[in-house]
């Protein structure tokens, strides 16, 4: 069962910013094998569990979509390798991406393929994520940002249910 959330953004959401690790946008190709390990390791545990992916993958579903922007899509990465650095990871703490698009400008977001490292959760680092989001939209006068979960996925709701999305 997919859940369908959205959110309204009312006022300027605050600064992403966290402790252990920083945000930056994703470097295509530079990121790929990285951000696959990431995702291996974010979803090897859900159920349903996505099925595994190749670089082919990751640009067909990224790049080869019209509404894909490589800027709109962001990476933590531990600010502290020795504390924190997941070698199956390849040293990426999480990420996130928005679909942005409309007829003739940005007119709506869609949060795309939020994941964080199993090591890693509970460490602010999904807030930082959707915060760093949600500002670029707010900046680029984006209000209403939508996103599909999985209704089996009981932390990914939980966790988008208490940022207010509905």
């Not at 019209?66 to 703490?93: G, H, I, Y």
């Amino acid at each position: 069962m997919i859940l369908r959330l959205s959110r309204e953004l009312g006022e300027t959401p605050p600064a992403a910013h966290g402790e252990g690790f920083s945000i930056r946008a994703c470097r295509i190709p530079d990121d790929v094998s990285s951000w696959l390990a990431l995702r291996d390791a974010a979803t090897k545990d859900l159920r349903p569990m996505p099925g595994p992916w190749s670089e082919a993958d990751f640009f067909r579903e990224f790049t080869g979509r019209k509404a894909f922007r490589s800027e709109w899509m962001w990476v933590a990465e531990p600010t502290d390798m020795t504390e924190t650095c997941q070698p199956d990871a390849k040293n990426l703490s999480g990420s996130v991406t928005a679909i942005v698009g409309g007829p003739t400008a940005i007119v709506s977001a869609r949060v795309h393929w939020l994941l964080v490292h199993p090591h890693q959760r509970r460490k602010g680092v999904a807030t930082a994520l959707m915060l760093q989001l949600e500002r670029a939209c707010w900046d680029a006068g984006i209000r209403r940002i939508s996103l599909e979960t999985h209704g089996n996925w009981l932390a990914a709701v939980a966790f988008y249910r208490r940022l207010g999305y509905a």
